[in-house]
Structures are given as C-alpha cells and as structure tokens.
C-alpha cells in the first residue's frame, strides 16, 4: 500500500488532476448520478455507463468520514453550495483528492430537482487540518457499533472544529483554500508560449 501525505494510508495510489482539470457531475435528488464528464471517468477509471445510474457513493472512499457527507447534504438542502475536500477512491482502488464544489439545482416550482458537482485539484495541496479532522472523526465513528451511532459521535466533534466558522464547513474550507494557495509559488511573469495552465503548477 503506498503512503500518502502525512504518513496517512489510503490504499492503492494517489492520482492527481491537472491544474486545468475540472471533474464535473450532476444528480438527482437522491445523489444518483446522471451525467458524468470525462475528466470523471478517467480520473476515477469508472466507465461512464458504470457512473451514470449508480448512486454518487460508487467513488466514496473509506477515509471519508460519513458525517461530513451528512453535513453536505443538509445544507444543500437547506439549498445553500457546499464547497468542501474530499478524497475519493478509483475502481481500481488508487484513490484522488479533489476541492469540491456542489449546488442544488431549483426547478420551476422551487424545489430541488437535483445537484451539481465540480472539483479540481486542492490548490497548494491538501491543509494538514483537514487530515487531522477527518482521521479524527473516522477513528471517532469506526468506534461504534453502528454508522448510525458513529455519525452521531462524530457529529459534536466536527461542530467543535466548526465552531469559528459557525459549523459552515465551505466557509472553513475557503479559509484554507486560502491559507494554501499562500504556499503556492506561482511565477510572476510567464514565457508566452509557457503559458498554459499546467505551466503553472
Ligand atoms: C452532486 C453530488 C456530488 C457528490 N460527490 C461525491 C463524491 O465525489 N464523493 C463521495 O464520496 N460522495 C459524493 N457525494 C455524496 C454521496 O451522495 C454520499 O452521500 C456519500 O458518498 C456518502 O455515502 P454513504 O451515504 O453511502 O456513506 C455527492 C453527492 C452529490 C449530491
């Protein structure tokens, strides 16, 4: 098993998207997919006809902690964007980290008619606060007997962590976007002909 950041165990590789690369896909109201871009397949090595119909947890990695999904989704219904980390894992068990951005979609009569992804590569990489948390709150919920109780245990110690931020987790993951993107050294000036988007990384 290869180790990945922090001397945390995965499983499988780290794949990585291009700076320019954006993993887009849309759902249902239930998390079902129904559209998936190409930078999804290839990143996540699922075939789109595998990906579309099946539920958005076909690429939910282990070291995700549920309450964080929990989260996510009760404040896109509550209808606000949820901007979030997260690591997913491929079919083939090699696994990618992406910053992600989702939306609920509003039909017509005002309700929610499904939602919408995109992510790209954590700029600057993945802030050793958000390993420290979810490894916290993974360890927290694996302790107990059911996924049920274990989110419920998680549930005041993502709050805790959450507190500055009001429990709004896209706010404290903006403030680490931020943090990170400080760490990145981007040249001032770029040789035209360099000057594509991976000639930034
Ligand atoms: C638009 C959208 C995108 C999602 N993207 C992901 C994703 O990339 N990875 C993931 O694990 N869950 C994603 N989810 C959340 C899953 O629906 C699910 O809640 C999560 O994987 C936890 O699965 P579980 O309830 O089986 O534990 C997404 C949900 C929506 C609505």
């Known amino acids: 098993m290869a180790e990945d950041v922090a001397g945390i165990r995965l499983g499988g590789r780290e794949r990585r998207l291009a700076p320019h690369e954006i993993v887009v896909s849309k759902t249902?109201?239930?998390g079902i997919i129904l559209y998936a871009n190409d930078v999804f397949c290839r990143i996540s090595l699922f075939r789109e006809d595998e990906l579309v119909g099946s539920p958005h947890?076909?690429?939910r990695h282990p070291f995700m902690p549920a309450v964080v999904?929990?989260?996510m989704w009760q404040r896109l219904k509550a209808r606000e964007e949820v901007f979030a980390y997260v690591v997913n894992r491929c079919r083939n068990g090699d696994h990618y980290w992406v910053l992600a951005h989702v939306t609920?979609?509003?039909?017509?009569d005002g309700r929610i008619i499904g939602y919408h992804s995109s992510r790209r590569a954590?700029?600057?990489g993945i802030p050793s606060d958000v390993l420290a948390l979810y490894r916290k709150l993974g360890a927290i919920e694996q302790r107990?007997?059911?996924r049920r109780r274990g989110m419920e245990a998680a549930w005041p110690h993502l709050m805790e962590a959450l507190a500055p931020w009001q429990g709004d987790v896209s706010a404290w993951t903006l403030a680490l976007v931020a943090r990170m993107a400080h760490h990145t050294t981007v040249p001032s000036r770029v040789p035209q002909s360099e000057a594509r988007p991976h000639a930034l990384a």
């Open 28 to 30: 249902d109201p239930k």
């Open 69 to 71: 999904f929990r989260l």
């Open 144 to 146: 107990e007997t059911s």
């Open 57 to 59: 947890n076909i690429v």
């Open 122 to 124: 954590p700029p600057g």
């Open 104 to 108: 609920p979609t509003i039909g017509h």
